[in-house]
């Protein structure tokens, strides 16, 4: 039977209260919410702390999906089920919902979090592919309250690493709206709710017919969630067309770092790179429009 090593346990009352357990306890902690990642990386030793700090009770505090002029702030603690069905984000972007459709199961998604899922850090992670398309900031609170925004480029030092240090919390992603934006994502995977195979999240920006911005997030091909600057230059000042997309795809095919292991070689990874690119963008170009 596969069991932890053994741990205190810590239920945080406030986010200042779970900072201050996080300051004194320091390295040998680690803050739980759904645990879906978590636990079973400490059932295998693959993961050991000596202290885990239960945050479920301030999900009253950051977990909740707001909207402003200029963007939408999503809380830490707002599980996967609330952003499926939060009208909010379906309204704005849709590409939320599609990522959430094919995560896990219902049991995973009642539990799980945003922020969970981001600071977990998995190179195949969907939802940041996500946040990394939708180019999201992060805001990090430290002791005192003190608060950093970070992009998702910054907030990922490596696979399974985070810019959060070990007296910090994920408090808040942040979503800047623009006018004329259509979003979509899409995956591959070897069974329903399994990890990604290759999966891809598109957003396009409109105005007149014209492509003003575009952004392309893949997850499983490297050590981390990639977006691709390349494309978002070849897709600027660009009318949408399927030669376009392929030209994204191609890019996306040779940026990436895929590796081949049990869920495909490293060339099928990139065939699938290139194919969802396209797929992706073709499908936020038809959001867009409408």
Known sequence: MQVPA????ERATSVDHAISLLERLGGTARLIAGGHSLL???????????YLIDINDLHAELGYVETGPDEVRIGALTRHRELLESPVLAAAFPIFADAE????????RNRGTLGGSLCQADPSEDLSAVCTTLDARCVIRGPGGAERVVSMEEFYVGPYETAVADDEILVEIRVPVRPGCGSAYAKVERRAGDWAVVSAGAAVWLDGGVIVDARVGLAAVGPNTTGIPEISAALRGQEPSEELYEQAGQI???????VTDQRGSADYKRHLAAELTRRTLRRAVERARS
């Open 101 to 108: 459709r094919v995560i896990a199961d219902p049991v995973v």
């Open 40 to 50: 079973p990386m400490m059932k295998l030793r693959l993961a050991n702390f000596d």
């Open 6 to 9: 053994p741990f205190e346990y």
């Open 252 to 258: 996306a095919a040779r940026s990436c770092d895929p």
